[in-house]
């Protein structure tokens, strides 16, 4: 965009081009996808994870095919790829567009705030473009009982009048994961199987789509995954899914031409931040080829809110907004099992939580503790195929929670994108461990003893309460058997304070000590105590006082080499290091101490 003498806004939040428009906020420039959108085919679907910008491009699209704004192109579009260039599409349509974000979710009024939602926003359509229609047809269609009746009606009229629509829906699966989520599969079956009218609904879109001469030109769907597309329409088919293309993998979020040039326009300098935007919010990648890293929009945005209201970045690296919109679907990623009625009894009268975590739940943990997992993304799978592997890692791949990585033994290897990420996946961790009565201990106790840690050394009340804690509650031994458990265990609770950055041997590539806790200086530059951390464990079955001497002196040895390895020594700065051995038989803490470094 060009500079003028009226000062730049940023858009944070803002997914009306009209408004952001006319409010003067900077626009980083996508017009440029706009003919190969139309090149991809006339019915489209693309999945992308929350606060990427998805329904800010539908807007821009309304904006540029709507024959209503047709006559403001040259003003809304200034300075922009398209209005040099425009294709012979622009402003030949009718839009009308859902967000079904805005439809309620509860079982008992989602038929009916569904059908409410969608007769207001088509009154408004048949009001904007009344010139254009037929006369009569607002009444007619109208009249109708129902939406998909309406629907069905209005392209009739379309038809008789030679109108073209092209229909948007936005956040279309978004009241259907909260009803499988929040209600359960039953009523999930219920709204997208059978006749349940949401089904209704994209039958009537698949047969439109099909129809010849139908008033529905053209269809563009997003939303975060395919699970409902497919339970509504038995598998996609209405038209083409452009998640995977590689010509769009830029086509929301932010490369790093488009921040350096966001960030001039404002007066700050990419590169001072690039390191932290790095590890914080990039590295999504949309196509197995990774042709270039993409920055999560919302998260750059609200960073560079921060630095230019106050020359400083956000206190908290994470976005309020981020951690609600993510915490809706940690019961997508944990997909608990219903429990028998014999369960749910005991449960209630144990005062837990009736929940039983299955096996999706400890793939979860698997991959938050290895940072990685090789698997073939699926395009396309139901509801009730979620606890198959493939599936669930498909899921959570398209939840922007994985992304591609490279390729591993002929399979794509998808990585934990940033640091951003591997902190939300590590909250499912706690509190799907405290959903299930497994382990419930005091978070702000835990991160009192943290901030003790990080600012006086003061390590042992930490690692001594967790083992208290584990001791008491004896539901959650049985998901500590194995140095590894054990570690992700660690890593979870670690991750609950702001001030470390925290290392995994599996982050730094192997041969590495098993956590590394690096002050944070970027935020507390005042911190002076680091850690470096090595576990040991035996099984219960194992122990003895030798084989723990044997442990004990191995990871001594250890620590000594791995605080002089450069991946130590580049992050500590003026910190104290602290090198511990921790040793567990089973799931008991049964050893702890410093280790002084000759070094």
């Known amino acids: 965009m060009k500079a003028t003498d009226q000062p730049w806004r940023i858009p944070y939040g803002v997914a009306d081009f009209i408004k952001l428009r006319e409010g003067h906020e900077y626009y980083v420039d996508k017009t440029r996808y706009l003919p190969l959108l139309e090149q991809a085919g006339r019915f489209l679907f693309l999945i992308r994870p929350r606060r990427f910008g998805k329904s800010l491009l539908q807007s821009v699209m309304e904006c540029y095919y709507d024959a209503h704004w047709a006559e403001r192109f040259d003003a809304l579009f200034a300075d922009t790829w398209i209005q040099r260039q425009p294709t012979a599409e622009r402003g030949q349509y009718l839009c009308l567009r859902f967000d079904f974000s805005a439809v309620r979710s509860r079982p008992d009024l989602v038929e009916e705030s569904f059908e409410h939602y969608t007769r207001i926003i088509l009154i408004d359509f048949l009001q904007t473009h009344a010139e254009r229609l037929p006369p009569g047809t607002a009444e007619r269609v109208l009249t109708e009982a129902t939406q998909a009746r309406r629907f069905e009606r209005l392209l009739g009229e379309l038809k008789a009048g030679g109108l073209s629509l092209y229909l948007f829906i936005d956040e279309y699966d978004n009241f259907a994961n909260n009803i499988l989520v929040n209600a359960g599969s039953e009523a999930y079956r219920e709204l997208t199987h059978s006749s349940g009218f949401f089904r209704d609904f994209f039958a009537l879109l698949k047969e439109a789509a099909g129809r010849t001469g139908s008033g529905l030109a053209r269809l563009f769907i997003t939303g975060v995954s395919p699970i409902t597309l497919d339970d509504v329409t038995s598998g996609f088919n209405i038209g083409t899914n452009i998640s995977l293309e590689p010509e769009f993998s830029a086509l929301l979020g932010f490369t790093h031409t488009e ?341």
Do not use: C
């Open 259 to 599: 921040l350096e040039t966001l960030f001039a326009a404002f007066g700050q300098e990419f590169s001072a931040h690039r390191a932290v935007i790095d590890e914080w919010y990039n590295h999504y990648h949309f196509h197995p080829l990774r042709q270039e890293p993409i920055v999560n929009s919302d998260m750059a945005l609200y960073y560079l809110r921060a630095l230019v209201q106050r020359s400083l970045p956000p206190d908290d690296l994470i976005d309020h907004n981020v951690r609600i919109d993510y915490g809706k679907l940690r019961h997508l990623v944990q997909v608990d099992q219903r429990l028998s009625d014999r369960e749910r009894l005991k449960a209630a009268a144990d005062g837990k939580t009736p929940v039983r975590l299955n096996g999706n739940f400890s793939r979860l943990r698997a991959i938050i503790e290895s940072g990685e997992v090789v698997a073939q993304v699926q395009t396309s799978f139901p509801a009730e195929g979620l606890l198959r592997e493939d599936n669930f890692i498909s899921l959570i791949y398209y939840l922007g929670l994985l992304s591609f990585a490279g390729e591993q033994e002929g399979a794509a290897l998808l990585k934990i994108p940033n640091r951003t990420v591997r902190q939300l996946m590590y909250g499912y961790l706690r509190e799907g461990y405290q959903e299930a009565g497994v382990f419930s201990p005091s978070t702000y106790d835990i991160a009192e003893k943290l901030r003790h840690m990080a600012y006086r050394g003061d390590w042992m009340p930490f690692f001594d309460y967790l083992a208290e804690q584990i001791g008491a509650q004896a539901s959650v031994r049985d998901f500590l058997q194995g140095e590894k458990m054990i570690q992700g265990f660690l890593l979870a609770w670690l991750n609950l304070s702001p001030y470390f950055r925290v290392f995994s041997e599996s982050e730094q590539a192997g041969g590495f000590v098993d956590l590394y806790l690096a002050p944070f200086y970027f935020r507390y530059p005042d911190m002076r105590h680091a850690y470096l951390i090595e576990l040991k464990y035996l099984s219960r079955a194992e122990d003895s006082p030798a084989k723990r001497e044997r442990l004990l002196a191995e990871a001594r040895a250890q620590l000594e080499r791995y605080a002089g390895d450069q991946r130590v020594r580049d992050p500590l700065g003026e910190a104290r290091l602290h090198a511990l051995v921790l040793l567990y038989s089973g799931w008991e803490l049964v050893h702890r101490e410093a280790v002084e470094l000759t070094a």
